[in-house]
């Protein structure tokens, strides 16, 4: 998997084309652990086959012996895991989030999962405690261990009652995914129900799991020892959706962005529009050019991240960039990630130290045009972030870790350059 790769971006490169949204990062790669409990073979398509969190999740299951074809030209993945089995292996370094939702599909084939402690990106606390607290209603001994987290319930797990405290996305993916084997009734409470949420449950319904969801938060699952397999496509990916109309808006550029998930991102749109841009749509793409600016500009603003159908925490940088291109003093509060804030001070690199931050909140001072500069990537949005800032400057920029954008944007390169973007990608060699 890639590691230590520098981005050389020379900026003043004016985007022109056409660019399609890949399937969704936080439905296809959990999708792929769901796929781990079906009895007969699961093929999931729009699959960002490219993507670098679904390759070390797509490691990880063929080293516990799960079979995974994936076809990158037609963005298909076929999974067999009738062969999963818990094996013990030698590095658990798998650096992204969900590793809890491979308990499942490891606990119905052998009674016991050992996983990698959930990585991901450093935004502040990201707890894992109520993973823990799902398997353990469901009758699982946990334990902790310095490499891994061993999970064991030799007979499956049992059927119980969750009861979030909090509203948590992981938490819910990983409880759905856990009632969907057991052959009997459970529930669960203050679930968050996503749109990738929903496509999971849409999914595990076509393996045969009945599940009933009552308003927005209570959840029934009736699960089965067998399960059928499945044909899914995987759903848009609503933050790449944003990324790229916010690149366009900010860059002047003329650009169409295909498979936009529009009813997934209602609220985030409505906050463009209040920014005094008025994007040409169809039913599946957005043109964005500079005429999209109703008074020329963009007009400063203020939003407030939180739980879906509001802007997601993962936008947040994209608004961030917009506010830096916007005419005015613009303002954005995350009180869910309140410390996703490290990706400003690269950020400042290039506008001057025109972002100023306090724990939840982003105060912009907009107007100032971006400088080449040398960054680093915090996070995987952050990342992008950076790279964007990059190419809107004048000069050559050098972005470090940009494996970290790849993460979450597949085929990036190839999509800039479908954009008439090139950017210069080097890995460096590791003895
Ligand atoms: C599938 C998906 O869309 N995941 C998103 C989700 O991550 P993730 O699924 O990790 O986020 P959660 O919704 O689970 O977390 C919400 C809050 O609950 C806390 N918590 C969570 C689990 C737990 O066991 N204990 C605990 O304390 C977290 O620290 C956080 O403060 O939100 C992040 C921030 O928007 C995004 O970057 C991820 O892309
Ligand atoms: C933070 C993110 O992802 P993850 O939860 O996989 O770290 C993200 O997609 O921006």
């Not at 230590?4 to 022109?16: C, D, E, S």
């Not at 609503?238 to 900010?250: F, K, L, M, N, Q």
Request: proline share 5%; net charge negative; hydrophobic share 40%.
């Amino acid at each position: 998997m890639k590691k230590n790769v520098t981005a050389k971006i020379q900026g003043g490169q004016i985007p022109k084309g056409k660019v399609r949204v890949s399937g969704a990062k936080n439905a296809s790669t959990r999708l792929l652990a769901a796929a781990l409990i079906a009895d007969e073979t699961v093929i999931l398509t729009n699959f960002p086959t490219e993507l670098v969190d679904a390759q070390y999740k797509i490691d990880f299951i063929r080293k516990n012996g799960g079979n995974v074809s994936v076809d990158v030209a037609s963005e298909t993945v076929e999974i067999d895991a009738k062969l999963l089995d818990n094996r013990s292996l030698d590095s658990y370094d798998f650096p992204i989030r969900t590793t809890y939702l491979l308990v499942p599909g490891l606990i119905k084939r052998s009674g016991v999962a050992r996983i990698p402690y959930p990585g991901g990106c450093k935004i502040g606390d990201r707890g894992y405690d109520l993973h823990l607290m799902v398997w353990r209603t469901l009758g699982a001994e946990v334990e902790e261990k310095p490499e891994y987290i061993e999970v064991r319930a030799p007979k499956g797990f049992r059927s119980g009652e969750i009861n979030f405290p909090i509203s948590t996305i992981g938490g819910t993916e990983n409880a759905l995914i856990s009632a969907s084997i057991i052959p009997e009734a459970t529930i669960i409470k203050n679930a968050y129900i996503s749109p990738e949420i929903e496509s999971l449950i849409a999914f595990l319904r076509t393996l045969g799991v009945k599940i009933e969801v009552v308003g927005n938060s209570f959840i029934k699952v009736e699960g089965s020892n067998y399960l059928r397999g499945s044909l899914f496509q995987v759903m848009p990916d609503r933050i790449e959706a944003i990324t790229w109309i916010v690149y366009g808006i900010i860059s002047g550029g003329n650009i169409t962005v295909e498979d936009v998930p529009f009813d997934t991102m209602e609220i985030p749109l409505i906050h463009l529009q209040h920014a005094g841009i008025d994007l040409y749509r169809n039913a599946k793409n957005v043109i964005v050019s500079p005429e999209c600016l109703v008074n020329g500009r963009i007009q400063p603003f203020e939003l407030a991240c939180g739980t879906h159908p509001g802007i997601i925490s993962d936008m947040q940088p994209f608004y961030t960039l917009l506010g830096l291109h916007a005419d005015g003093i613009s303002r954005i509060f995350d009180y869910r990630y309140p410390e996703r804030l490290k990706y400003c001070e690269e950020l400042n690199k290039f506008y001057d130290g025109a972002l100023s931050c306090k724990p939840g909140a982003i105060t912009i001072n907009g107007g100032k045009p971006a400088r080449p500069s040398e960054a680093n990537s915090t996070d995987l949005r952050g990342s992008m972030a950076v790279v964007i800032a990059a190419l809107l400057s004048n000069g050559q920029s050098t972005i470090h870790n940009i494996e970290m954008a790849l993460r979450g944007y597949n085929n990036l390169e190839h999509k800039l350059s479908d954009l008439g973007i090139h950017i210069e990608v080097e890995e460096a060699v590791t003895a």
